[in-house]
């Protein structure tokens, strides 16, 4: 704060404009406000760490991600029957839990987005496994290619939860 008002001083000594002075001094009045509000608000440096998912049949879906996304199963730390942990990367995490019945209904905007630089993979093992997949608007075994050329495409889990893959580099 010392230092915006050393600038203020010497910005003030300038022939200046009684107009250009006062807006110079609002413009200083509210960095300083704001370096104030920065230095007593906490700063809470979030990092993503899992998503939840409710499902019906846990060991339904469990196989579903290892079979067909290939995520390795991790221990599940909180020991909860009926919940099962799955490593995505990166230290991040999926968690299926089967504890709470209340239906869920979601729709494609709502998805768990995936990058693959197998890309190509992916698609062979999809075809082979059976599982439909779509472009953004829906139709059938086919692969959006974004403005700026990024594939991706939709499917969806046993429990309705659509998932994008994409080829993000």
Request: hydrophobic fraction near 45%; proline fraction near 4%; aromatic fraction near 10%.
């Amino acid at each position: 704060m010392f230092h915006f008002l050393l600038i203020l001083k010497g910005i003030l000594t300038f022939p200046l404009t009684h107009f250009m002075k006062n807006t110079l001094l609002l413009i200083i009045t509210l960095l300083c406000i704001q370096q104030l509000h920065a230095q007593n608000s906490p700063s809470f440096q979030f990092k993503f760490d899992h998503v939840a998912l409710s499902v019906k049949d846990v060991n339904r879906s469990a196989e579903f991600y290892m079979n067909i996304l290939h995520l390795n199963e991790i221990t599940n730390r909180s020991k909860i029957a009926g919940i099962r942990w799955f490593a995505v990367g990166e230290g991040k995490e999926l968690h299926l839990i089967s504890v709470i019945k209340e239906p869920v209904t979601t729709n494609k905007a709502i998805h768990l987005g995936l990058m693959t630089n197998n890309f190509e993979a992916l698609v062979a093992h999809l075809d082979a496994s059976k599982i439909p997949y779509s472009d953004w608007p829906g139709l059938p075994h086919t692969i959006t290619t974004r403005a700026d050329g990024i594939k991706q495409l939709y499917f969806q889990d046993p429990d309705g939860y659509w998932i994008e893959v994409n080829n993000v580099k």
